[in-house]
């Protein structure tokens, strides 16, 4: 009974994080999101996607919640013992998952403007409805077309001031793992300026990581739309929205060969694709040999996207 | 000896498919594409790939060449004997991969006119430099933007043609594998109306499958750019190119989640990525929910990608 208090509450939290943070996009937008409601077929998830198309100042964007609880399928039991959760096989028919996230894309018009992914999550696995392993899951990272460093530091900040409020130890480990998830192997270098990037965390008190999961989405209302405000009405050449669809190009191409939570969404059955597919921009290109010039200020930020640095001075 | 003549005769074969190929779309595009050759890091292997880009009718395209002989690794052997090529893994150091291939993908830059891909390619796996297996594998496949029954047609007569001449099971096998393999799984559709697709093929003499490969290459030839030529000046709309942009997402979306040959070269050490890559089109779009008018040309397309068709008559 405990428990089921603590999932309303974390399911509230991350409620008001989406309401903040679509509000906050939409005064800049000037105009409401489309806000979309969802369910399962088999009624076992719904969500709302707030989904911004074609705007003056987003080109393409979505902040969307998910609330599930699936029976756990045997793929999925295997899932989760392979990552270290714990799962009496015998019993699986009496075991579910549960899960409750806000997660984003923001794709803005403004090449000067950086996009930006976040997610904030929450999970239980039950037993016969008694929650045998609950943890938090999430992280928020940068990826400029132009290097601005004020605008890294600012975001990096942020985020190291809502990790701090729950562990010292949270913000580098968390930045570390951020700059190593998102690389692109193949291309041997990241698709953004990283950020943070945290799973299974259940190392503290649940009421305080669910207050970390808030402060994550309290950093990103006090950068993010700082950071856009301050570009948004920049002049742009027809060359840097060249530079930003080549750029959107790598970043379909992580998501697509890399990330973890859209190849499990590929695979599984029933999956919403749209909001799977949702982080995909609206305008992606693809050049052969496209060649970066030395000095510019494209090679500039591919310095920064090839070696992780320090954004918080 | 005889063997590695035959070797020579398989890559002087694919040599004169990309010429043939390339010459006749440089008679369409009324200019000469690029000839761009490159060379493993290595020396155990190099290509010419013939690029177009920001053409007058092709809005981009490559119709490349590779020839390589490989050291037979662990990782490489292992993926060998997962399909069934016998290798005494005891004598590992001893056995080379060769592989000589043409592979190529077209976007035209009207939406009337239908993407293309092709490749054909024979393989060898010697030890100590005698011939244990060879092979032939390829295919060709089709991916219109609108539905022209008549194309649709033409293509697949002249790949039966082709296979006809090998053996009669070669195109209702072929036909099938093609329709089997191109599926966007998560989406429920293919991404084209298919073509033909084969691998491992070694049923035949050797002769016979060299000239076979040689007649797939005749049948590109007989049918592609007459099919562009048909509608290369045709009128169209900015919808008609935004519905292109979006069924290139698709296609990089196949290419990147599930395409075999992308998977391989996006995991290879030293590959050239822009070869590897060259098949994503210059410009694709994701639009959230985009909806599909009940009787438009756009729906009469998507039941074709739905559910194949026999298009010979």
Not at 1 to 21: C, G, V
Not at 98 to 121: D, F, K, Q
Request: hydrophobic letters at 35%; charged letters at 25%.
């Amino acid at each position: 009974m405990a428990e089921t208090s603590f999932r309303a509450k974390a399911k509230e939290t991350i409620l008001e994080i989406q309401k903040k943070i679509t509000e906050s996009l939409e005064a800049i937008e000037g105009a409401p999101f489309l806000h979309d409601s969802w369910e399962r077929q088999d009624h076992n998830g719904h969500g709302q996607a707030n989904v911004l198309q074609n705007g003056r100042v987003f080109e393409k964007g979505g902040v969307n919640v998910t609330e599930l609880e699936l029976p756990l399928s045997p793929p999925l039991a295997k899932y989760m013992t392979d990552r270290g959760k714990n799962i009496d096989l015998a019993r699986i028919s009496d075991y579910k998952i549960y899960a409750t996230g806000c997660s984003l894309v923001i794709h803005p018009r403004n090449p000067n403007c950086p996009t930006v992914h976040a997610n904030y999550r929450y999970l239980e696995i039950t037993l016969s409805g008694e929650v045998q392993v609950w943890w938090f899951a999430g992280g928020s990272d940068l990826t400029p077309y132009y290097l601005d460093e004020a605008d890294c530091t600012l975001f990096h900040t942020e985020l190291k001031n809502a990790c701090d409020f729950a562990s010292p130890d949270f913000y580098p480990q968390y930045k570390t793992e951020c700059d190593n998830y998102f690389m692109i192997t193949h291309r041997g270098f990241r698709r953004g300026i990283g950020g943070i990037f945290f799973d299974d965390v259940d190392c503290l008190d649940k009421e305080i990581l669910r207050e970390f999961i808030a402060k994550c989405g309290d950093a990103f209302v006090r950068s993010y739309p700082e950071i856009i405000r301050k570009h948004m009405d920049e002049p742009f050449t027809k060359e840097q929205r060249r530079w930003q669809k080549i750029r959107r190009g790598h970043y379909v191409e992580f998501n697509l060969v890399y990330d973890r939570g859209t190849k499990f969404g590929l695979v599984t059955p029933d999956a919403n694709i749209e909001a799977v597919l949702m982080p995909c921009p609206l305008a992606a290109r693809w050049e052969y040999k496209h060649n970066i010039a030395p000095g510019s200020p494209e090679e500039r930020l591919m310095a920064a996207l090839a070696t992780p640095r320090d954004w918080v001075i």
